[in-house]
């Protein structure tokens, strides 16, 4: 049971955005709005608040029945503030709501010299916590308020502002080149450049070591780069940025690092949690993998609005895959129902993803009856095709790949052949490995049944070599599905 000092806590912990809507609700109820007043003049105990809010009826009134009284207002206010607290997605830091504070008292003459001492407070809140975007501005303020207040400045607080706007434009620097290798990994292009970029982000976490936001986020992206690029035992290489960002984010709780806001410990939980899932289905150790999956499966269930964050982030496809491979169909089923319960049809991205999710989960499953499938995804997925397109979007170039599986399967000869073609958007976005694959995979559809036996058996060789390498595995077993159902029923797809 909650009492008076978790309401107190609660309530400060309250943003501003929720204080409006409390404000709001118990605008009407005068009792509740005297309660709500107390707490945030910070006054707040019990016997002080009973008086001010019953004072009209404890002289008629036994003070237990008053209290009683009191006690039921308590628990009205505390359902109100857990639900709002509970309701709303705020991923602005305490800091950023601190000094928005701040800044609208900061205009109140009478209130220019307490503003000022908590602007100091909390610019030494941000150095500590490598804030420099909020530095920035902060600084100004400071500067402007000693001035209204007829303080001296001078040298130093010119010298700190001008430090921390060269901080503020090499972090986010920093923080863009990071972007940028993650969308050359994501879309399998310009891997040459990653290299050197990679390189650069190293020699500013190296030239300001002092702050360690530059660090986590050169670790971040060589991370990323390593896990995605490499598979087999050259996934030993992620190890150690792996272990180093760990040590970074435990031993600076409070650095927003890569992530942002008052929510980076649980991103950056649920992203060790992708991490070690892919690192562990790369090296072929898939009893560990599930285990860190199923973690996963368990953020995306909470419900909560950062959950809703998590699931769409784009990790549904190693979950796909990595149940499907293992048999565990009902799983994958649930996950992306979950992901369409959420999310709904109506936004173009959200219905594209759940095309692409149905695919990949429709070719990797070995109890999938091709032939009656196979018409059921293709107009969707056509969609996600044009779509994805349309946007540059990563997962273009797997969609449009899946569409020529479906469209072989459904025995589609003349588009096949289009999306083929040396000059098509197919080989501009396929990873160069990928595509020699398939293009030796559209020359045996298109040859008699001898060809597609064998090149089903240099597949399934390269399977048994490559046996849980990760992605470029699972499209081999993609390939070697497909051609082993058209093994079966002798068909042909230029009939």
Not at 367 to 372: A, H, I, L, R
Request: glycine share 2%.
């Amino acid at each position: 049971m909650k009492h008076n000092r978790d309401l107190q806590i609660i309530f400060n912990k309250l943003t501003v955005s929720q204080l409006l809507q409390v404000r709001a609700k118990v605008a009407d109820a005068p009792k509740l709005l005297q309660l709500v007043q107390i707490l945030e003049s910070n006054q707040y105990n019990e016997n002080f608040a009973i008086n001010r809010i019953y004072k009209d009826e404890i002289a008629a009134d036994e003070m237990t029945a008053v209290r009683n009284r009191f006690f039921k207002l308590r628990a009205k206010l505390l359902e109100l503030l857990d639900s709002i607290s509970n309701s709303e997605f705020n991923p602005i830091s305490e800091e950023e709501e601190r000094y928005k504070e701040l800044v609208v008292q900061s205009y109140d003459i009478a209130s220019m010299s307490f503003v000022l001492g908590e602007f100091l407070k909390l610019e030494e809140q941000c150095w500590k916590k490598n804030q420099f975007e909020l530095l920035v501005p902060l600084l100004s303020q400071i500067i402007r308020l000693k001035t209204r207040l007829r303080m001296r400045w001078g040298d130093d607080e010119y010298k700190k502002l001008e430090i921390a706007n060269k901080l503020n434009f090499e972090v986010t620097n920093c923080y863009l080149t990071s972007l940028q290798c993650g969308l050359y990994v994501s879309h399998h292009e310009n891997f040459d450049k990653v290299g050197d970029l990679i390189n650069y982000l190293r020699q500013l976490a190296h030239k300001y070591k002092e702050y360690p936001r530059f660090s986590f986020i050169y670790h971040w992206a060589a991370l990323n780069y390593k896990l995605f690029a490499y598979h087999g035992s050259k996934q030993e290489l992620f190890k150690k940025h792996y272990h180093t960002l760990k040590n970074i984010f435990d031993t600076n709780p409070e650095v927003p690092l890569f992530f942002d806001g008052r929510y980076k410990t649980e991103q950056f939980n649920e992203s060790l949690l992708f991490f070690n899932g892919l690192y562990y289905f790369n090296i072929g150790d898939l009893n560990e993998s599930e285990n860190q999956i199923n973690k996963l499966i368990d953020l995306y269930n909470t419900g909560t609005p950062l959950s809703r964050t998590f699931l769409a982030n784009g990790n549904i496809e190693l979950i796909i895959m990595l149940k499907t491979i293992r048999n565990k169909e009902k799983d994958v089923a649930k996950v992306i129902a979950l992901y369409e319960k959420t999310f709904g049809l109506a936004d173009a991205i959200h219905k594209s993803n759940l095309a692409v999710f149905k695919s990949l989960a429709y070719f990797l499953s070995s109890t999938q009856n091709f032939s009656k499938n196979a018409k059921e995804l293709i107009p969707s997925l056509r969609e996600a095709v044009s779509f994805y397109k349309e946007i540059n979007h990563f997962r273009f170039s797997f969609s449009l790949e899946a569409l020529a599986m479906l469209l072989f399967i459904n025995g589609n000869k003349t588009e096949v052949e289009e999306i083929f073609d040396k000059t098509s958007d197919f080989k501009k976005h396929m990873d160069p490995t990928i595509y020699n694959e398939l293009e030796i995979f559209h020359t045996a559809f298109l040859s008699d049944n001898n060809a597609q036996i064998a090149y089903l058996e240099y597949i399934q060789k390269r399977i048994i070599k490559e046996e849980g390498q990760g992605f470029f595995w699972l499209k081999l077993k993609v390939i070697a599905n497909i051609i082993s159902y058209y093994e079966r029923i002798n068909l042909k797809l230029s009939k």
